[in-house]
T-cell receptor
Framework: GEDVEQSLFLSVREGDSSVINCTYT??????LYWYKQEPGAGLQLLTY?????DMKQDQRLTVLLNKKDKHLSLRIADTQTGDSAIYFC??????????????FGKGTHLIIQP | SAVISQKPSRDICQRGTSLTIQCQVD?????MFWYRQQPGQSLTLIAT?????????ESGFVIDKFPISRPNLTFSTLTVSNMSPEDSSIYLC???????????????FGPGTRLTVL
């Protein structure tokens, strides 16, 4: 079955880069997403990457995809206190009769040290 | 982007009772989803609710336990029936906006309903 794995915690110093990693098992994934969940708030889509891309940059965010290794990462440059949140990796499989729901990892809690 | 509200935002319920969670969207959407986030766990898809058809449930979830209604393109309800403490979770609805199936379909999430079952 589908599985998405992430480490549970990442601690970085303010101003450094944060790199959050994710591995997935479904080779038919078409889109991969990064969501952010701040305390008391709903999930917010940060960025996504299509499976035929290997990199996508959006301001401070860089997504790298290694499809051969089924590895996805999110790099946040110049990490700020406002980046403190839980980051979820999610994949959308290519279908096969099921719903278009996403499969999520457990989330990585990003902790910012002053 | 879609704006989604859920009611109630939280509730504490007794074992054996049922709770209906409402999800309202500010625009018409075809696909709506219900997720569960158990304490310390990732999100798990419960079912997909498309207007005009029966909800499609994921493995491990059944209609008798989680009946879903989708009366129109802006509203859905999820009922958690005959609750037990194991049903304590955050329940989130989400909607999908996108032009084509399997194109980039952004999903927007509601704020969630925090359910505690005693």
């Amino acid at each position: 079955g589908e599985d998405v794995e992430q480490s549970l915690f990442l601690s970085v110093r303010e101003g450094d880069s944060s790199v959050i990693n994710c591995t997935y098992t479904d080779s038919s994934s078409t889109y991969l997403y990064w969501y952010k969940q701040e305390p008391g708030a709903g999930l917010q889509l940060l960025t996504y990457i299509f499976s035929n891309m290997d990199m996508k940059q959006d301001q401070r965010l860089t997504v790298l995809l290694n499809k051969k290794d089924k590895h996805l990462s999110l790099r946040i440059a110049d990490t700020q206190t406002g980046d403190s949140a839980i980051y979820f990796c999610a994949e959308l499989a290519s279908g096969g009769g099921g719903a278009d729901g996403l499969t999520f990892g457990k989330g990585t809690h990003l902790i910012i040290q002053p | 982007s879609a704006v989604i509200s859920q009611k109630p935002s939280r509730d504490i319920c007794q074992r054996g009772t049922s709770l209906t969670i409402q999800c309202q969207v500010d625009s018409q959407v075809t696909m709506m989803f219900w997720y569960r986030q158990q304490p310390g766990q990732s999100l798990t898809l419960i079912a997909t609710a498309n207007q005009g058809s029966e909800a499609t449930y994921e493995s491990g979830f059944v209609i008798d336990k989680f009946p879903i209604s989708r009366p129109n393109l802006t509203f859905s309800t999820l009922t958690v029936s005959n609750m037990s403490p194991e049903d304590s979770s955050i329940y989130l609805c989400s909607v999908e906006e996108g032009r084509m199936r399997h194109s980039y379909n952004e999903q927007f999430f509601g704020p969630g309903t925090r359910l505690t079952v005693l």
